[in-house]
T-cell receptor, first 115, second 114 residues
């Protein structure tokens, strides 16, 4: 069983508010990810990190920002939430593999609704 | 660039029916291939994987074979159960084309009726 946690699970917030979505893992994984999942289920990689002080932008441009000060923690911040940010956000982590593939472990997700 | 194409859903089956979800890929290198499953209200979890041509991944009665000649990784199960109702994602990882990140298909929603 994967040990990766996300809080809050659900968040309803007004336009213009600053929000931080939390993600923590206890597996000692170096690599962590944030995905945005639209209502049609499609997953979009928005941020990833190879380790402490590393952050990279993913395939989908996002107004959110991330930080990686500790290995186990990878929070995502929206400085000013808008209705277009309404979505499900999934956090994941993996070991940096020795071989050619990496198994990602996912958290349960945060459902965000911006009014 | 790398991409994954899987059959669109939703797919609705009766219990004990045979399941096939088609998945094909395009990759610049020699990718590893995965099936992930997302149950309602949860994150994704790895269902099975294959790392080279002709490998067969299997788990919980599901199987998929890495076919390099047809660039496919179709998911099959001989007899589905109501508890298999979920969204299934095909994915690839290719260090040549995706920095080792996963490239996901759009997902196929499966509903199994009793």
């Amino acid at each position: 069983e994967a040990d990766i946690y996300q809080t809050p699970r659900y968040l309803v917030i007004g336009t213009g508010k600053k929000i931080t979505l939390e993600c923590s893992q206890t597996m000692g994984h170096d690599k962590m990810y944030w995905y945005q999942q639209d209502p049609g289920m499609e997953l979009h990689l928005i941020h990833y990190s190879y380790g402490v002080n590393s952050t990279e932008k993913g395939d989908l441009s996002s107004e959110s920002t991330v930080s990686r000060i500790r290995t186990e923690h990878f929070p995502l911040t929206l400085e000013s939430a808008r209705p277009s940010h309404t979505s499900q956000y999934l956090c994941a982590s993996s070991k940096i593999p020795q071989g050619e593939y990496e198994t990602q472990y996912f958290g349960p997700g945060t459902r965000l609704l911006v009014l | 660039g790398d991409s994954v194409t899987q059959m669109e859903g939703p797919v609705t089956l009766s219990e004990e029916a045979f399941l096939t979800i088609n998945c094909t890929y395009t990759a610049t290198g020699y990718p590893s291939l995965f099936w992930y499953v997302q149950y309602p209200g949860e994150g994704l979890q790895l269902l099975l994987k294959a790392t080279k041509a002709d490998d067969k991944g299997s788990n919980k009665g599901f199987e998929a074979t890495y076919r390099k000649e047809t660039t496919s990784f179709h998911l099959e199960k001989g007899s589905v159960q109501v508890s298999d109702s979920a969204v299934y994602f095909c994915a690839l990882s290719d260090y040549g084309g995706s920095q080792g990140n996963l490239i996901f298909g759009k997902g196929t929603k499966l509903s199994v009726k009793p």
